[in-house]
């Protein structure tokens, strides 16, 4: 009598199928498995950077993001200012409150065409420059 081993000699799966065993057999375990050993050359292949730890994350206590606002938005915005206490009007000339509305940092894109005077805790230089330039002063605090 033949041994089953020899009756299935030049058939690929042995009487057992497209699964061949049990689970995942024939994929080389489920999922993950084998990532480390036989699946090796496919993670160095495909995904290289699929293990370790790469980069890193600041401190939250040493991140800070500072609030911004650009000159030609304070100018725009000046008449609702206004009507919420950041901004007054005295003999044409405006005085805007920043650090009272939460913002940190000035910066100077777009135009001024009125005289503004400006309380913030930070200004660029070129925000400076247009303020004096349209006849408004710039106060740090």
Do not use: C
Request: charged share 30%; no cysteine.
């Amino acid at each position: 009598m033949v041994s089953r081993t020899s009756k299935f000699r030049g058939s690929r799966t042995h009487g057992r199928g497209k699964k061949a065993g049990r689970g995942a057999g024939l994929r080389g375990g489920r999922g993950n498995a084998g990532l480390h050993k036989h699946k090796w050359i496919s993670i160095v292949k495909y995904n290289p950077d699929y293990f370790g730890h790469h980069g890193f994350k600041r401190p939250q206590s040493v991140v800070t993001g500072k609030v911004t606002l650009n000159l030609s938005d304070v100018e725009q915005a000046l008449p609702m200012l206004s009507k919420d206490g950041f901004a007054v009007e005295k003999d044409g000339k405006w005085t805007v409150d920043l650090t009272k509305m939460g913002v940190d940092k000035l910066l100077g894109s777009g135009q001024v065409t009125k005289p503004l005077s400006v309380k913030v805790v930070e200004a660029s230089a070129k925000a400076e420059q247009k303020l004096k330039k349209a006849g408004g002063v710039l106060i740090k605090e």
